[in-house]
């Protein structure tokens, strides 16, 4: 081989060495970005995943199960108002427009309507007892029925007890 012969191949050598090495900078370098970008995912792959998971043995009305949502809350919220009846009011003429004067009204089952005739006697009991059977409920003489709380449990005692007051105050 001549001189110029190695001179070439050396420093061709040194240029075959010098891209070799840019290269693997290179292969390194993508392989770091590479770690750096998260992984796109494929919406395909995250339907399939929500399907998997997915509750089984859900029931769902309408589209989303709005319709089910609305009816718990619905529920909810009148088993909260059913807590305190009538927003809590303690007007007896509130209760007992809206309760009591379904019987005391019109006298059905043997209910003494608010004639001051129906009560005199009733009213000699005191107006602890009369407090008590509108409370706890009570048939009397009469053989009526006066379910307890007039039938709905939600009214507190002081509510009957206003309620009562205001029937013995309105008597005719
Ligand atoms: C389902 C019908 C009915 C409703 C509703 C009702 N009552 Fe009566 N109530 C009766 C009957 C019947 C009697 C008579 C019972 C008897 O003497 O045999 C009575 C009797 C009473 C007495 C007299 C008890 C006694 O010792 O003589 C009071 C006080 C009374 N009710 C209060 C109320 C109040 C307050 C309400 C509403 C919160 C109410 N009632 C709702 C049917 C009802």
């Given at each position: 081989?001549?001189?110029?012969?190695?001179?070439?191949?050396?420093?061709?050598?040194?240029?075959?060495?010098?891209?070799?090495?840019?290269?693997?900078?290179?292969?390194?370098?993508?392989?770091?970005?590479?770690?750096?970008?998260?992984?796109?995912?494929?919406?395909?792959?995250?339907?399939?995943?929500?399907?998997?998971?997915?509750?089984?043995?859900?029931?769902?009305?309408?589209?989303?199960?709005?319709?089910?949502?609305?009816?718990?809350?619905?529920?909810?919220?009148?088993?909260?108002?059913?807590?305190?009846a009538?927003?809590?009011?303690?007007?007896?003429?509130?209760i007992f427009?809206n309760l009591c004067t379904g019987c005391h009204?019109?006298?059905a089952g043997n209910a003494p309507?608010?004639?001051?005739?129906?009560?005199?006697?009733?009213?000699?009991?005191?107006?602890?007892?009369l407090y008590k059977h509108a409370i706890e409920g009570y048939t009397g003489?009469d053989g009526g029925i006066m379910p307890p709380k007039g039938g709905n449990p939600a009214l507190?005692d002081?509510q009957v007890?206003?309620t009562v007051?205001?029937?013995?105050?309105?008597?005719?």
């Open positions: 081989m001549r001189n110029y012969d190695l001179e070439f191949l050396k420093h061709f050598s040194m240029v075959i060495g010098f891209l070799v090495v840019v290269s693997l900078a290179l292969l390194w370098l993508a392989h770091h970005l590479n770690g750096v970008i998260p992984p796109e995912v494929s919406p395909s792959a995250v339907r399939a995943t929500q399907a998997r998971i997915a509750p089984a043995g859900d029931v769902y009305a309408g589209a989303t199960g709005a319709a089910s949502q609305a009816a718990a809350a619905a529920a909810a919220s009148a088993a909260a108002a059913a807590q305190v009538y927003d809590g009011t303690m007007d007896g003429s509130v427009g009204t019109s006298g309507t608010m004639d001051k005739a129906h009560w005199a006697a009733r009213i000699t009991q005191g107006t602890e007892t003489p507190s002081d007890k206003a007051d205001w029937m013995l105050g309105n008597l005719k």
